[in-house]
C-alpha cells in the first residue's frame, strides 16, 4: 500500500504526467495502427506490379498515380464516386431537416425520446441485412415495382440511383441527428423575436434558423460524405454495372495491389479537402 500511496500521490502532484499515462495508449493506437496503416498505404501507391508474375515490385515510381489521372475510365469513376457521395448527402439533407425539424421543435416533449430511439433503431441492424433488404425491394416485381404500377411508372431496378437510395437511407441518421441537437438547442425567444418584427416563416427560417443550424448540416455531411465515398458493398450488391472507387481498390487488391493502395488515396485526400472545406463553416467544433 505504501508503494501505490506514493505513486497516486506523486501522479496527483504532477498533472501532467498523469495526463501523458492517460494518452500514451491512445496515441500509440493513433500512431501506430491509423497512421501507420496509411503511410504504409501511401508507399505502396508508389511501387509497380511485374506485369508476368503480378508481384509487386518495391521500385519507386509515379506510374499508378499517372495512370489515375490519364486513364479515361480511373477519371470517370473517382468523378463519378464524388457525385454519388455529394448526392447522398444532398438527399440527406433534404430529408434530415424537416424530420429533424418535427422531432425537435413539434413533437411533443414526451415523444421526443421516442422518436430519437425509433431515427437510431435502423444503425442497430446489420448493415448488409438492410442493403439486402433495398435489393428486395429495388429488384424486379418487388416493394418499389408493385408501388408505382398503379401510376404506369416502375422502379430504378438496379444501378446507379439504386445506388444513391440506398447510401441515403443507411447514412440518415448521422445526418438527422446533429440538425436535430442543433434545433433542439434553438432559442424559442428567436423565433418569437422574428414574428413580432414581421419576418414570415421562410424569412425566419432563412435569417434565423438556417444560419444557426447550417454548422449541424454541414457536421452531418461529413458523416454522409465520407461513407458514401469509401462504400463498395452496397454498390456491389444493389449497382448491377456501376463502378465507384471502393469497387477498383477491391478488384485491383490481388491483381494488381500498387494500384489498389493508389487508389486507395484519392478517397482520403477527397476526404481531407472536404474536412478542410467543412472547418470553414464551424461544423468540426460540431462533431
Given at each position: ?22 494518452l ?15 503511410s504504409v ?26 495512370a489515375l ?42 415523444w ?7 431515427i437510431l ?6 448493415y ?32 446507379l ?16 441527428l446533429?440538425?436535430?441537437t ?44 465520407s ?12 449497382g ?15 491483381l ?32
Amino acid at each position: 500500500m505504501t508503494v501505490l500511496n506514493r505513486t497516486a500521490g506523486a501522479l496527483h502532484r504532477r498533472p501532467r504526467l498523469r495526463l501523458t499515462l492517460l494518452l500514451t495508449a491512445p496515441l500509440l493506437w493513433l500512431a501506430v495502427l491509423y497512421l501507420g496503416s496509411l503511410s504504409v498505404l501511401f508507399v505502396s501507391a508508389f511501387w509497380t506490379t511485374d506485369s508476368f508474375t503480378s508481384e509487386v515490385v518495391k521500385v519507386w515510381s509515379t506510374d499508378n498515380f499517372h495512370a489515375l489521372f490519364t486513364t479515361p475510365v480511373f477519371r470517370q469513376v473517382i468523378l463519378r464516386s464524388i457525385g454519388v457521395a455529394l448526392a447522398v448527402t444532398a438527399l440527406c439533407a433534404v430529408i434530415a431537416f424537416p424530420l429533424a425539424f418535427y422531432t425537435a421543435r413539434v413533437a411533443k416533449p414526451r415523444w421526443r425520446p421516442l422518436l430519437v430511439v425509433a431515427i437510431l433503431t435502423p444503425l442497430w441492424a446489420s448493415y448488409l441485412v438492410k442493403v439486402y433488404a433495398w435489393r428486395l425491394i429495388l429488384s424486379e416485381g418487388g416493394l418499389a415495382d408493385w408501388t408505382l404500377k398503379p401510376f404506369g411508372l416502375s422502379g430504378p431496378g438496379y444501378g446507379l440511383t439504386a445506388a444513391v437510395l440506398t447510401l441515403t437511407y443507411l447514412w440518415l441518421p448521422y445526418m438527422i441527428l446533429p440538425i436535430h441537437t442543433a434545433l433542439e438547442q434553438l432559442p424559442a425567444n428567436l423565433l418569437d423575436a422574428s414574428a413580432d418584427l414581421g419576418a414570415t416563416g421562410r424569412r425566419t427560417f432563412r435569417s434565423v434558423v438556417l444560419p444557426m443550424v447550417l454548422p449541424s448540416v454541414a457536421a452531418g455531411s461529413v458523416f454522409t460524405f465520407s461513407l458514401s465515398l469509401g462504400d463498395y458493398i452496397t454498390v456491389q450488391i444493389v449497382g448491377g454495372k456501376t463502378q465507384l472507387i471502393g469497387n477498383l481498390v477491391y478488384s485491383n487488391i490481388e491483381l494488381n495491389l500498387p494500384m489498389a493502395a493508389a487508389l486507395g488515396t484519392v478517397p482520403v485526400v477527397v476526404i481531407v479537402l472536404y474536412l478542410l472545406a467543412m472547418r470553414r463553416t464551424g461544423a468540426l467544433s460540431s462533431l
